[in-house]
C-alpha cells in the first residue's frame, strides 16, 4: 500500500476546518463492530475539545476513520491529531486485546476553504457508510457523528451527550448551509 509522503503539509488558515483521513494496519480487524465503536465514540468525547483543536465530525470505516477538525495553526494540528491518534491506537487495541501498531501511515489532512468544500466534505463523512456499505444503509450511520449533526433536511439531531465538539469555524457552522442543508436519503 503506497505511504503518504512526508512533505510539509499544505498550509491552511484558523478560518478553514480540515478533512483528516486515519488508516489503519491490516491485521486489525473491522472497526465498524458494535463494541469497537462504542470504544472509539467516548475515546473521541475525551479529545474532541483541547481549546486550540476540535474534532467535530467523523465517520468509522472497516478500516479507516474520517473526521473534520478544526485547529488554530499546524502546531495545534499536529498536536490535536498526535492526541486523536494515540487515544485512538489504545482504543482499538483494548477493544480488540491486542498489542502493536495501530495506524500505517500518518494522517492526510486536506484544508477546506470554501462553504462548498465544507458541505460536500460534509456529506462525504457523514454519508460515507453508504458509499462503502454492502447493504442498502437506511437511516444516520450509527458508526459516525451523524446523530449529533444539525444540518439535516427532515431531521433532528440527537440530544444525547455528544462525542464531538461544536464548530467555531463560520465555514463549518454556518457557511455550508449556503448551498443546502444535507439530505440523508443522496448518496
Not at 500505517?104 to 460536500?120: A, F, G, Q, S, W
Not at 466534505?121 to 459516525?144: C, E, F, I, M, W
Amino acid at each position: 500500500m503506497p505511504r503518504i509522503r512526508h512533505a510539509p503539509r499544505e498550509r491552511f488558515g484558523r478560518n478553514h476546518p480540515s478533512h483528516v483521513t486515519l488508516k489503519v494496519c491490516g491485521d486489525v480487524p473491522s472497526l465498524r463492530i458494535q463494541k469497537c465503536i462504542k470504544e472509539l465514540e467516548r475515546t473521541f468525547g475525551d479529545a474532541s475539545e483541547r481549546g486550540d483543536f476540535r474534532l467535530c465530525h467523523y465517520s468509522v470505516q472497516s478500516n479507516h476513520v474520517h473526521m473534520l477538525v478544526e485547529a488554530k495553526n499546524a502546531a495545534a494540528l499536529g498536536r490535536g491529531m498526535k492526541s486523536v491518534g494515540a487515544r485512538f491506537a489504545r482504543a482499538v487495541n483494548r477493544v480488540f486485546e491486542r498489542r502493536g501498531p495501530v495506524l500505517i501511515d500518518r494522517y492526510h489532512m486536506r484544508p477546506l476553504k470554501t462553504p462548498r468544500e465544507v458541505r460536500n466534505a460534509l456529506r462525504y463523512v457523514l454519508l460515507n457508510a453508504q458509499k462503502h456499505a454492502r447493504k442498502v444503509l437506511t437511516g444516520v450511520d450509527p458508526a459516525s457523528s451523524a446523530r449529533w449533526f444539525d444540518g439535516w433536511k427532515n431531521r433532528q439531531p440527537s440530544q444525547d451527550s455528544r462525542p464531538v465538539a461544536t464548530a467555531h469555524t463560520w465555514l463549518l457552522k454556518k457557511g455550508w448551509r449556503r448551498y443546502g442543508l444535507l439530505d440523508l436519503s443522496s448518496q
